[in-house]
Every structure is written in C-alpha cells, then in structure tokens.
C-alpha cells in the first residue's frame, strides 16, 4: 500500500513538472517606465520685473501627472503672478504633449524657507493629472 502511493505521488510530480509553464514565457515581456522627468520650461510666462522666478516641471508619463513647482525670492513673491505663471505654463504643456485639460489633483502649497545662505525664498507647488 506505501510503496502504490509512493508511486502515485511521484507520477503526479513527474507530470506535473512536464506540463508547467514558466512565469517568464507566460508573462508579457514588456518595459514599464515609472521615471519622472524633470522639465524646465524655456517660455516660463515670467513678469518681465521678477528676475529671480523659476518653474519646474516634474512629469510621471505613466500615470500622466505633473508636479509644477514656482519658486523665488520672499521679497518678489507674489501670489497672483505665481498662479498666472504657472497656468500659463500648465497650458503649453497641455497643448505640446496633446492632452485636452487638466485636473488638480489636491489644492496648491506654499512654502516659505531660507537656503544654506540665509536668503528666504519663496516656493508655490501644483499637483495636476492630465487627460487624453
């Protein structure tokens, strides 16, 4: 009786072994990319008088989101003109990369902070996702 179930057992491994299909050829082999592209705009829709103004751009194209960072110095900051700018910006962005519009993802931030120099700078951040 042990040595017919021993027998069974390993017949059952044997051909199950025979008929197993890797995970490799059963899975598409196909490369996702998850990185984030960090863009700075050449046309940033700046105020001619804030000089010291930047925008970045960090873009995930796999989920089609956008990180918009404003930032300048404290003393030239202005709420207003960062909005317009980085709308602006938003907006060239939609149109080269042929999406239809935006959402905001969460409701803009502010942040106000002084570098290793103790200049105090002032940096307005954006969350959007982007639709086809």
């Not at 003109?81 to 993802?105: C, H």
């Not at 502010?110 to 951040?125: H, L, M, T, V």
Request: charged share 25%; glycine share 4%.
């Amino acid at each position: 009786m042990k040595k017919s179930i021993a027998i069974l057992l390993s017949l059952f491994v044997i051909a199950g072994s025979a008929f197993a299909q890797s995970t490799a050829s059963a899975l598409p082999e196909e490369k996702v990319d998850i990185s984030v592209k960090t863009i700075i705009p050449e046309n940033q829709h700046l105020h001619p008088e804030d000089k010291t103004g930047k925008i970045r751009i960090e873009y995930i194209p796999m989920s089609n989101e956008a990180r918009i960072y404003y930032t300048c110095m404290y003393v030239t900051y202005d709420e207003g003109r960062a909005m317009n700018s980085v709308l602006g910006v938003l907006e060239d962005f939609t149109k080269q990369n042929q999406y239809i519009r935006y959402i905001y993802m969460e409701q803009d931030r502010e942040k106000f902070y002084k570098d290793n120099r103790g200049i105090s700078w002032a940096q307005r951040y954006s969350h959007v996702r982007f639709v086809r």
